[in-house]
């Protein structure tokens, strides 16, 4: 399989798995990818944040939110997402596959912030923010 690189600055991404999810992290910046769905599992895996060893400051140093990013995976258009509880996280999405690139940090506050709630309730704080 041919390795993927970092969508923001090129480094060959290392593989690991983490409580059966496949993770690929750059060592250059601290970014994660996940494919499709990964993060979701990811995050409600108790310690998961331990995946995101970046800080907060490098991956802010590496954002460059004016480039057209594209998949690491499969090279579609990355889009530039908001967390809707959490509206200080931003992370790329890939347009056809769906997979996430989080900067370094980004992880830990996805994940700090995660409640498991029900659909319901998501839909409600989307439609009603001051509700929780």
Not at 54 to 72: I, N, R, Y
Not at 86 to 102: D, V
Request: hydrophobic residues 35%.
């Amino acid at each position: 399989m041919k390795p993927i690189t970092c969508p923001k600055c090129r480094a060959k991404l290392e593989s690991f798995v983490y409580q059966g999810i496949e993770i690929d992290r750059c060592p250059k910046c601290a970014g994660i990818w996940l494919d499709s769905l990964e993060a979701e599992r990811l995050k409600m895996i108790q310690g998961s944040e331990s995946v995101d060893i970046g800080v907060s400051a490098t991956g802010m140093s590496c954002a460059c939110s004016e480039k057209e990013l594209k998949c690491p995976k499969c090279h579609a258009k990355m889009i530039r997402m908001l967390d809707i509880d959490l509206y200080a996280i931003w992370y790329e999405q890939c347009s056809k596959c769906r997979g996430i690139w989080f900067d370094a940090g980004e992880f830990k506050k996805f994940k700090q912030n995660f409640q498991p709630k029900s659909i319901f309730d998501r839909t409600v704080r989307v439609f009603n923010p001051k509700q929780k």
